[in-house]
């Protein structure tokens, strides 16, 4: 039996959205990855990505989390760069 | 139709109409932030400004502002925040807060609390151009970039 996997989409903001040229992709992973799983798997499909993971914040349904918080299929996943309104 | 106090938009912010959505006879006192784009950062003179937002989410972020400080002072009667996304030149609106109150006591610390917290958790960006460059600033880092 196949292991069972998940799909969730990945918004990208700002430089890395600019370094990555694009604002979204789908990502498929294992049941059971964490935020962490992800960020290494999308780091070794986008290398572009690698410098702006070390100050990245994530969300998962427009929610901040931590990287040990696991993901669920249909996630929607944002990696956030330090942020800068006002 | 109901009012809306959390919003990111394209479009140019009025200060008056932003003011406007806290309308209520209970209250006796408004108190406004008005965030412009500077000209002049770091010595450098500044072509215009880039925002962008991740909308969804800021929104929130915004309404949990609002929340926060509801809850933190209870005589805030409404709080609005407007933050606008796109080009910006200099001397535009970036981002109008409003708060409104019974009486004035509280509106002041209220409305700082809310541009630093703003400043914090919102997921808003903004890309400084300038003649020979252009930086993506960012409150906890002061910016990275090209240029």
Known sequence: MDEERITVSVRFFAAPREALGMGQTEQELPAGATVEDLIHRLVEEHPPLRPYTRFVNVAVNRAYVGMQTELHDGDEVACLPPVGGG | MAKRLFEITEAEISVDEVVARLADPAIGAVVTFVGVVRGVTEGRETR???????????????????????????????????????RLQVGETAVVIALSAAHRRDVFDAVRYAIDRLKEIVPIWKKEVWADGEEWRSEARGGEGMG
Not at chain 2, 48 to 73: F, S
Request: proline content about 0%; cysteine-free; glycine content about 8%.
């Open chain 2, 48 to 86: 215009y400004l880039e925002y962008e937002a991740y909308a969804e989410m800021a929104e929130e972020a915004l309404r949990q502002i609002g929340d926060e400080i509801q809850a933190r002072w209870g005589t805030i009667r409404e709080v609005a925040i407007v933050h606008r996304v796109g």
